[in-house]
């Protein structure tokens, strides 16, 4: 146990240096927080933004002299902004995930790890822990940005809300990088891995649209398998078990998926 320990240690910590020196990541950690920030400012303080609309609704209920239902601001504004950042992932992490196993079959260094003594799973455990690792270290600036937001909510706004929103931002994350690195590790292209791991997340994320045009058990489970509508219940502040079960497996899938991949080509080597 301990020397898969120290493999996965090894393994993880050389992907999270490679990212860390790499002009893409820096890249897409810029365009990241570029387009993350935008979201904040608009959702928060655009024309058609959460302050915006509470203070008309102040302004209508003072000019006709009804009542104004109570709106929580804080709750909206960290709901709203976690769903835009959840459709962000969905352009980003393929990105970020093309090239775990893509980059080494184009540089011929995959059959080496193939045939080296480290498993297969603790390769695919260290890539999928840095990758991320990195990400979660994007994410990091706009956990600041939300906490100098909401310490100004009165009364403040409970943890419990946001630290679920953020646990359902960083497992869906996972998910995605995990389906993305098996699919990465089928091809040499980067671009190809990109392109299938967006289309196949893609799919995931409104298979319930299509299990609604389907009746019976089969419709129901198709409904189950959704990205979107497990997340969607997180970041409303719903704890469900099944949720995190659902990303649990999704996580679990793509590493499982990415050993038996890399056995594939170590079988074909002997």
């Known amino acids: 146990m301990g020397v898969v320990l120290s493999n996965i240690i090894a393994i993880y910590r050389r992907e999270l240096q490679g990212y860390f020196v790499s002009p893409l990541a820096y890249a897409i950690a810029g365009v990241f927080w570029f387009l993350a920030g935008l979201f904040f400012i608009l ?7 959460i302050l915006a609309a509470v203070t008309a609704l102040d302004l209508q209920g003072q000019q006709f002299g009804v ?11 960290v709901r709203a902004f976690l769903d835009r950042m959840g459709w962000l992932l969905l352009f980003v992490l393929p990105i970020l995930s093309m090239g775990l196993y893509a980059e080494e079959r184009k540089r011929g ?5 193939a045939t080296s003594p480290v498993t297969n799973w603790a390769v695919a ?3 999928l822990l840095g990758v991320l690792t990195f990400f979660i270290t994007m994410v990091v600036p706009m956990l600041a940005l939300e906490a100098i937001a909401l310490s100004a909510s009165t009364p403040p706004m409970p943890l419990a809300i946001p630290l679920l929103g953020h646990l359902a931002l960083i497992l869906l994350a996972a998910a995605i990088l995990s389906l993305g690195m098996f699919i990465s590790s089928l091809t040499d292209s980067t671009i190809l891995a990109a ?3 967006f289309a196949v997340i893609l799919l995931l994320l409104f298979v319930d649209l299509i299990a609604k045009n389907i009746s019976g058990p089969i419709g129901q489970a198709l409904g189950y398998l959704s990205l ?17 079960i659902l990303f649990g497996s999704y996580i679990l899938l793509g ?3 990415t050993a038996q991949s890399i056995d594939a080509l170590r079988f074909q080597r002997q």
């Open 255 to 257: 590493i499982f998926l």
């Open 43 to 49: 959702i928060l303080m655009g024309p058609d933004g």
């Open 195 to 197: 392109v299938l791991t």
């Open 125 to 127: 455990v260290g890539k």
């Open 109 to 113: 260094t995959l059959e080496l790890l």
């Open 228 to 244: 979107l509508k497990h997340y969607n219940n997180l970041i409303q502040g719903i704890f469900d078990t099944s949720s995190i």
């Open 67 to 77: 009542p104004v239902p109570p709106i929580d601001v804080p709750y909206e504004f």
